[in-house]
T-cell receptor
């Protein structure tokens, strides 16, 4: 199976600063890399994703970069706002299986 | 469009009892997933359906967990008998293309 590691486990940033969360995976056959945001007591919500044939994708303040050679991908949030505070999970699709990271608790300090 | 629906939202049972969860996916989504999310961890995939067929159930503890999606729409996940370590949030998700997943609100199960 796939092994997904996510870092850091907690992250605090000042409002307006950038936040970066990184995930590594082990199987080069993995082909889809989504990021989910989960607010306390709520469902995970897909915020951005990238497929293995693309190196970078951006959607307003969030972006994801993928390095297939190094087997890692990162979530970048710019101009952070208090409402960005949540737990963020990366995931990897390998075959029919989805493997999730352990989550990063992001706190944006006003 | 309406989202993924799940019920009940909360359930408290004693160990060795049985429990069932229900999921109604987004209309038109052929793929349905059940996940277990233990507090402080990421979701763990238990089973994936494509229409009414099982695609992957390699991480489903089949001695106590079962799931079905008889008509290719709604699905139920059952635990019998429950153990203390089954306490978790059970999330259902659906997808139209087996990539982008949309999650339901989850069922929080407490086993005492």
């Amino acid at each position: 199976g796939e092994n997904v590691e996510q870092h850091p486990s907690t992250l605090s940033v000042q409002e307006g600063d950038s936040a970066v969360i990184k995930c590594t995976y082990s199987d080069s056959a993995s082909n889809y890399f989504p990021w989910y945001k989960q607010e306390l007591g709520k469902r995970p919500q897909l915020i951005i994703d990238i497929r293995s044939n693309v190196g970078e994708k951006k959607d307003q303040r969030i972006a994801v970069t993928l390095n297939k050679t190094a087997k890692h991908f990162s979530l970048h949030i710019t101009e952070t706002q208090p409402e960005d505070s949540a737990v963020y999970f990366c995931a990897v699709r390998n075959g029919n299986q989805f493997y999730f990271g352990t989550g990063t608790s992001l706190t944006v300090i006003p | 469009e309406a989202g993924v629906a799940q019920s009940p939202r909360y359930k408290i049972i004693e160990k060795r009892q049985s429990v069932a969860f229900w999921c109604n996916p987004i209309s038109g989504h052929a793929t349905l997933y059940w996940y277990q999310q233990i507090l402080g961890q990421g979701p763990k995939l238990l089973i994936q359906f494509q229409n009414n067929g099982v695609v992957d159930d390699s991480q489903l503890p089949k001695d106590r967990f079962s799931a079905e999606r008889l008509k290719g729409v709604d699905s139920t996940l059952k635990i019998q008998p429950a153990k203390l370590e089954d306490s978790a949030v059970y999330l259902c998700a659906s997808s139209f293309n087996s990539y982008e997943q949309y999650f339901g609100p989850g069922t929080r199960l407490t086993v005492t």
